[in-house]
C-alpha cells in the first residue's frame, strides 16, 4: 500500500491505496463515491466518466496515482445546494434518463463539450458521446438533453420539468420532433372493432412526464445492486469451465481453503444436488430440468466449476487460481443442425433435440400445390448478447433468523424465490427478494445466473455474499438471444395474395434447456398473427449444443420470426415483381380479423395503419422514384427497406398471466400504490402512477410506489413478454377505482349527495355541476378512520389477462453502402408503432428509439463469435463486440398510431419489445435493395458484404 492525495469534488483526500488500483476502484470501493459506474473495466463503455482537470475520462483505465495533483469531479459533484446542474435537468426533462446506469458517464461527458463549446450541433455531440454507450435510449434523446441543456446555459429556454416546458426547450434549441397521433380511419377491408371511447379528455393520461427516480439517477444516488455493501460482506467469485464438454475428474479446492481470507468454495461436491429450471416462472410449470447449481460434467466454455466467498475481491481472485481441476474432455458439437444428426454426441441424456413442437391451420400442402408460385428461404439469424450496462450482481444475506434476503438485478424476483426455495429447501416465508434500481434488462435477468451461488454461499458463510461479473463473464456466462435456422416455404397467388406458408425453425438452445420451449413456443404463437394467411404451419427444433446458454431477449422470438419472414416477403415481391410495400398492402391482417387457429378476435390490430403512415412520412415513393433514377454504379449505393413486425401483450392463453396491486390512502389524499412489476429502467413505475393519479383525480406525485419486493408487494408473473401495462396497468386502474369507489361512497355520507352526482377532481370530491360543494380527500380518509365503521381506505385486487391482443409496427429504413469497405450506414429511419393509446408519449418514444438502436445492431454488427474449433467466445469484450454509438445512429422519426385496445387500461397496449422487432429486416432489405443482392444471413458485417459483393460481380 502506499499513500496518496487525490483531489475530488474540491475536496482532498489522503488515502491508502495499491499501486494497480484503478481511479474507479478508488472513487467507488474508499470514496464511496458509488455514482461513477463500473460497467466493463476496459474503457469501452463510458459509465465510469469522471472530469479530470476539464477532461472526460474513464477512470476503470487510469491508476489512481496518476490523478494526484489533478482536478477530479464525479457526478455528485455536479449539483450544489441540492440544485440540479442544467445538464441535469435537462436530461430528466427530455426524457434521457431511463435505466440511469450509463447516465452519470453521459453527463459528464456533456459537461466537458459544453464547457469547450456552448453552442454544438447534433453532430458534434454524437461524436463527442463516441465513447459512452448507452442500451436503453438511443442517444435521441440524449442528445436531444444536451441541446436543451446548451440553450438553457447561453440564456435561452429556461428550466421547468414537465414535458410541455421540455419541449418548448427543445423547439428553442432546434426544433421538436413531436409524434404526431390521433384517430386513424379503419383499415381498408377491416371488420369494425368497438372502442368505447375514441379520444376522451384525460388529467394524466397522454402527457410527458419523466420517469420517477429520474433525479435520484442524474445525480448519482441511485442505489443498484452493485453499489450496496452489508456489514461482514464477502466477495464472490466463479470459476468458470475452460473447456466446452467435459467429465470433471477431479477437483482440487485445498490450497484455496487454506488461503487467509477465504471463508467457503463451493463445488459440485458440496453443493445441493437438486435439478431446476432457470426460467421457471410459477410453481408447476413444466419446463425442463436440466440445471445443477455446479454439476461434475461443463457443457460449455463459461459453465460453472467452483465459486468462493472471501473477505475481498482480490483473495476471491488468488483463491479461483488456487483451485486445481483435472478435466475428461468429451465430444463438442457448436452448430444446432449438426448437434441433430445422429452421430453428434449427447449433450444431456435422451439426445440433443429437447423437444418438437407444431402448430398449424388449414391444409398447407394443398393449399401450397396450388399455389401459382412458391418460394423458399434458408435463413440464419445470429447469436447476440443482452449488453444492458449494469453487470450481472446479486447480493445475498442469510441471516442468524434463518432467513435469506437476496437483493437481485432481476425481472422476476418471485420465480428467483420459487426456484431458491427448491434449491436450498427453505420455505418461501423464508426468502425475500428484493430487485433495487435495475441498470437495463431487456430479459437477460429474467433466468437465475448468480442467485443460486451467491445464495449458497451465503447460507455456508453466514454472512453476506455479493458476486458481481466482469464484463466479460457476463457476456460468456449469462445468457444470449436465441440464434436460430429458418426455413421458410410461402405459395403465392400471382396477384400478392399468400395462401400458404410453411416455417420450420431450429434454434440454438446452447447447453442448458432453460427457455427452450418457453421462446420457440411464443414465436410460434406470433406466427399465425400477422398475415392473412389461411394455411400455415410452424414447427420448432430447440436443440443442446455446448455453447452459451440462450434464453429470452427483447422481442421473445419475434426478432427472429420477422427478420426471416420480412426478408422472406421481400423475395416473394422480388419473384413477383411487385413493390415490397404493395405486397405488404395486400396481406396483413385487418382490425378484428380472427385468429386462424382458434378463430377468436386479434383485437384493434393496426398494422396496415402502420404501413401507410411510415411510407407517407418516410417519402417512400418519391425515394423510391429517386433511387430508381439513379444508376447505381458508383461506390456508394443507396438502397430503401421496409418491413412489418408484432409482438404480443402478456402471455394470454399460455400459462399462468397475472399480478395484483394494492393502493392505501393516506390522511392528507396522497396515496400509496404497492406493485410486484419490476421497474428496469422503461418507467413501469410512472406509468402505473399515472394510472392511478387518473382514476383518483389526484396528481401523479401524490401516489408513492413500493415495487418489487417478495415480502412487501403483491405477487406477480415478472417483468417480461411486454406486459407490465397490459397486466400490471389494469390490476392498478381495478385497485384504483375500488378505492375510488370508497372514497366516493363516504363523500357521499359526508356532503349528503348521492355518489353518483360526484365526481374526483384536483385532490377533492367535489358535486357535478357545484364544485363549491366540496370535500378534500384527506377529510374523506379521516372520516372514514374516525367513523362508525372505523376503517381505512385501501384496496387489494388481482387482474388476469382476458386477451391476445398484438401491438404492431412498420419501419422504413435508408442505407447507404460502401462497395469497397462493405460498410454500411443508415442514413434515415421512420418507424410507426400501433400503441393504442400512448399513456406517456416520452417513455413510448424512448423505448421505440432505445429498441431502433439494439434492431440495427441485430442487423449489422453484433455476433457473439464462437471458435469453430473450441466453442470460445472470441468476442467477449465491448472493444469488439459492436454496438451502436450514437454518431452511428440515423435520424429517426416515431409515429405513434393510436386507436384504442379494448381491454387495454385507457386503451393501451405495449411497446417495450415491438420496438426492435421490425429494425433488422428493413435495414437488411434496404442494403439488399441498395446491392441487388439477397442475404439470407445477418449481421451484415462488411466481411459479409464484401464477399458477396464479389460472390455476385456487383
Given at each position: 500500500m502506499e499513500r496518496i492525495t487525490l483531489r475530488v469534488n474540491d475536496t482532498d483526500y489522503s488515502l491508502e491505496v495499491e499501486r494497480n488500483w484503478t481511479l474507479l476502484r478508488v472513487l467507488r470501493d474508499v470514496l464511496k463515491l458509488k455514482g461513477t459506474k463500473r460497467g466493463c473495466g476496459t474503457g469501452d463503455c463510458g459509465a465510469c466518466k469522471v472530469l479530470i482537470d476539464g477532461e472526460a475520462v474513464n477512470s476503470c483505465t487510469i491508476p489512481a496515482f496518476k490523478a494526484q495533483g489533478k482536478d477530479i469531479l464525479t457526478i455528485e459533484g455536479l449539483s450544489r445546494g441540492g440544485r440540479l446542474h442544467p445538464i441535469q435537468e435537462a436530461f430528466i426533462d427530455a426524457g434521457a434518463v431511463q435505466c440511469g446506469f450509463c447516465t452519470p458517464g453521459m453527463i459528464i461527458t456533456a459537461k466537458a463539450l459544453l464547457d469547450k463549446n456552448p453552442d454544438p450541433s447534433r453532430e458534434e455531440i454524437a461524436k463527442a458521446l463516441g465513447n459512452n454507450l448507452c442500451r436503453c435510449t438511443g442517444y435521441v434523446k440524449i442528445v436531444d438533453a444536451i441541446r436543451l441543456a446548451a440553450a438553457r446555459m447561453r440564456g435561452g429556454a429556461e428550466g421547468g420539468r414537465n414535458g410541455a416546458e421540455c419541449q418548448e426547450g427543445l423547439k428553442s434549441a432546434e426544433g421538436t420532433k413531436e409524434a404526431p397521433s390521433g384517430p386513424n380511419e379503419p383499415a381498408e377491408g377491416g371488420k369494425a372493432f368497438a372502442f368505447s371511447g375514441s379520444s376522451p379528455q384525460y388529467e394524466h393520461i397522454g402527457r410527458r412526464i419523466p420517469i420517477r427516480d429520474a433525479r435520484a439517477k442524474v445525480t448519482g444516488r441511485a442505489t443498484y445492486v452493485g453499489d450496496m455493501e452489508l456489514p461482514g460482506m464477502l466477495h464472490g467469485k466463479i470459476l468458470f469451465s475452460p473447456v466446452a464438454h467435459a467429465k470433471i475428474k477431479e477437483i482440487d479446492t485445498s490450497e484455496a481453503e487454506s488461503l487467509p481470507g477465504v471463508r467457503a468454495v463451493l463445488t459440485y461436491k458440496n453443493s445441493p444436488r437438486v435439478p431446476y429450471n432457470s426460467a421457471m416462472r410459477y410453481k408447476g410449470h413444466n419446463a425442463p430440468k436440466t440445471e445443477y447449481v455446479f454439476d461434475d460434467t461443463v457443457r460449455y466454455v463459461g459453465d460453472r466449476v467452483a465459486a468462493v466467498a472471501a473477505d475481498d475481491p482480490d483473495t476471491a481472485e488468488r483463491a479461483l487460481k488456487l483451485i486445481k481441476v483435472e478435466y475428461e474432455e468429451l465430444p463438442a458439437v457448436f452448430d444446432p443442425e449438426e448437434a441433430l444428426s445422429p452421430e453428434a454426441f449427447p449433450i444431456h441424456p435422451g439426445g440433443n433435440l429437447v423437444g418438437e413442437m407444431l402448430a398449424e391451420c388449414g391444409d398447407v400442402d394443398r393449399a401450397m400445390a396450388e399455389a401459382d408460385l412458391v418460394v423458399e428461404d434458408r435463413i440464419k439469424t445470429p447469436r447476440v448478447h443482452h449488453g444492458a450496462l449494469e453487470p450481472h450482481v446479486c447480493l445475498a444475506d442469510y441471516g442468524p433468523d434463518g432467513k435469506l434476503t437476496v437483493f437481485a438485478a432481476s425481472q422476476t424476483i418471485f420465480s428467483v424465490r420459487l426456484i431458491l426455495s427448491e434449491i436450498l429447501g427453505l420455505p418461501l416465508n423464508k426468502i425475500r427478494v428484493i430487485k433495487p434500481t435495475l441498470g437495463g434488462g431487456f430479459g437477460g435477468k429474467i433466468e437465475l445466473v448468480l442467485e443460486p451461488v451467491t445464495a449458497l454461499l451465503s447460507l455456508r458463510t453466514g454472512r453476506p455474499v455479493r458476486i458481481e461479473l466482469s464484463r466479460k463473464e457476463v457476456m460468456v456466462s449469462t445468457r444470449t438471444r436465441y440464434s436460430s435456422v429458418f426455413y421458410i416455404k410461402t405459395g403465392v397467388m400471382r396477384d400478392g395474395t399468400l395462401v400458404a406458408q410453411d416455417i420450420k425453425a431450429?434454434?440454438?438452445?446452447?447447453?442448458?434447456?432453460?427457455?427452450?420451449?418457453?421462446?420457440?413456443?411464443?414465436?410460434?404463437?406470433?406466427?399465425?398473427?400477422?398475415?392473412?394467411?389461411?394455411?400455415?404451419?410452424?414447427?420448432?427444433?430447440?436443440?443442446?449444443?455446448?455453447?452459451?446458454?440462450?434464453?429470452?431477449?427483447?422481442?421473445?422470438?419475434?426478432?427472429?420470426?420477422?427478420?426471416?419472414?420480412?426478408?422472406?416477403?421481400?423475395?416473394?415481391?422480388?419473384?413477383?415483381?411487385?413493390?415490397?410495400?404493395?405486397?405488404?398492402?395486400?396481406?396483413?391482417?385487418?382490425?378484428?380479423?380472427?385468429?386462424?387457429?382458434?378463430?377468436?378476435?386479434?383485437?384493434?390490430?393496426?398494422?396496415?395503419?402502420?404501413?401507410?403512415?411510415?411510407?407517407?412520412?418516410?417519402?417512400?415513393?418519391?425515394?423510391?422514384?429517386?433511387?430508381?433514377?439513379?444508376?447505381?454504379?458508383?461506390?456508394?449505393?443507396?438502397?430503401?427497406?421496409?418491413?412489418?413486425?408484432?409482438?404480443?401483450?402478456?402471455?394470454?392463453?399460455?400459462?399462468?398471466?397475472?399480478?395484483?396491486?394494492?393502493?392505501?390512502?393516506?390522511?392528507?389524499?396522497?396515496?400509496?400504490?404497492?406493485?410486484?412489476?419490476?421497474?428496469?429502467?422503461?418507467?413501469?413505475?410512472?406509468?402505473?402512477?399515472?394510472?392511478?393519479?387518473?382514476?383518483?383525480?389526484?396528481?401523479?406525485?401524490?401516489?408513492?410506489?413500493?415495487?418489487?419486493?417478495?415480502?412487501?408487494?403483491?405477487?406477480?408473473?415478472?417483468?417480461?413478454?411486454?406486459?407490465?401495462?397490459?397486466?400490471?396497468?389494469?390490476?392498478?386502474?381495478?385497485?384504483?377505482?375500488?378505492?375510488?369507489?370508497?372514497?366516493?361512497?363516504?363523500?357521499?355520507?359526508?356532503?349528503?349527495?348521492?355518489k353518483e352526482k360526484l365526481e374526483l377532481k384536483g385532490g377533492f370530491a367535489l358535486v357535478k355541476g357545484d364544485p363549491e360543494k366540496r370535500v378534500t380527500l384527506g377529510e374523506i380518509v379521516i372520516s372514514a378512520q374516525q367513523g362508525i365503521d372505523q376503517r381505512e381506505i385501501k384496496a387489494y385486487e388481482t387482474f388476469h389477462s382476458i386477451a391476445p391482443a398484438g401491438s404492431y409496427a412498420a419501419h422504413f429504413a435508408e442505407v447507404e453502402v460502401d462497395t469497397e469497405t462493405g460498410s454500411v450506414r443508415v442514413i434515415d429511419y421512420v418507424a410507426a408503432h400501433d400503441v393504442g393509446k400512448a399513456i406517456n408519449p416520452l417513455l413510448v418514444e424512448g423505448q421505440i428509439e432505445g429498441g431502433i438502436q439494439m434492431g440495427l445492431g441485430y442487423a449489422l454488427t453484433e455476433e457473439l463469435v464462437l471458435d469453430p474449433a473450441t466453442g470460445r467466445v472470441t468476442n467477449a469484450h465491448l472493444k469488439r463486440y459492436k454496438m451502436f454509438r450514437a454518431e452511428e445512429m440515423p435520424d429517426t422519426k416515431v409515429i405513434l398510431v393510436e386507436e384504442g385496445e379494448h381491454p387495454g387500461p385507457f386503451g393501451a397496449k405495449s411497446v417495450g419489445e415491438i420496438a426492435t422487432v421490425p429494425v433488422a429486416p428493413a435495414v437488411i432489405n434496404a442494403v439488399s435493395n441498395a446491392l441487388g443482392i439477397r442475404f439470407n444471413e445477418f449481421p451484415l458485417t462488411p466481411e459479409r458484404i464484401k464477399a458477396a459483393i464479389l460472390s455476385e460481380g456487383v
Open positions: 431450429v434454434w440454438d438452445c446452447g447447453a442448458y434447456a432453460t427457455s427452450a420451449f418457453n421462446v420457440p413456443g411464443a414465436m410460434m404463437e406470433k406466427a399465425f398473427k400477422q398475415y392473412r394467411i389461411k394455411h400455415m404451419r410452424v414447427k420448432s427444433l430447440p436443440v443442446y449444443t455446448n455453447t452459451p446458454i440462450a434464453g429470452a431477449m427483447r422481442g421473445y422470438g419475434s426478432p427472429q420470426l420477422v427478420a426471416a419472414r420480412e426478408i422472406h416477403m421481400d423475395h416473394i415481391a422480388s419473384v413477383l415483381g411487385m413493390d415490397p410495400v404493395k405486397l405488404r398492402e395486400k396481406n396483413l391482417i385487418r382490425p378484428g380479423d380472427p385468429h386462424p387457429r382458434f378463430g377468436y378476435s386479434l383485437g384493434n390490430a393496426r398494422p396496415l395503419d402502420c404501413l401507410k403512415k411510415a411510407a407517407e412520412a418516410f417519402g417512400y415513393e418519391e425515394r423510391k422514384e429517386r433511387l430508381s433514377a439513379t444508376a447505381q454504379k458508383g461506390r456508394f449505393r443507396r438502397g430503401i427497406g421496409v418491413s412489418s413486425g408484432l409482438h404480443g401483450n402478456g402471455v394470454y392463453g399460455v400459462h399462468v398471466d397475472m399480478t395484483s396491486a394494492a393502493i392505501k390512502m393516506n390522511e392528507d389524499g396522497t396515496a400509496v400504490l404497492y406493485t410486484g412489476n419490476q421497474d428496469l429502467g422503461q418507467g413501469s413505475t410512472t406509468i402505473l402512477a399515472m394510472i392511478v393519479a387518473e382514476v383518483l383525480g389526484i396528481d401523479v406525485d401524490d401516489v408513492e410506489v413500493v415495487e418489487a419486493d417478495t415480502e412487501r408487494t403483491p405477487w406477480d408473473l415478472g417483468t417480461y413478454a411486454s406486459r407490465i401495462v397490459w397486466v400490471g396497468g389494469n390490476a392498478a386502474k381495478k385497485a384504483a377505482e375500488n378505492i375510488k369507489g370508497q372514497l366516493l361512497e363516504e363523500a357521499s355520507r359526508m356532503l349528503g349527495v348521492p
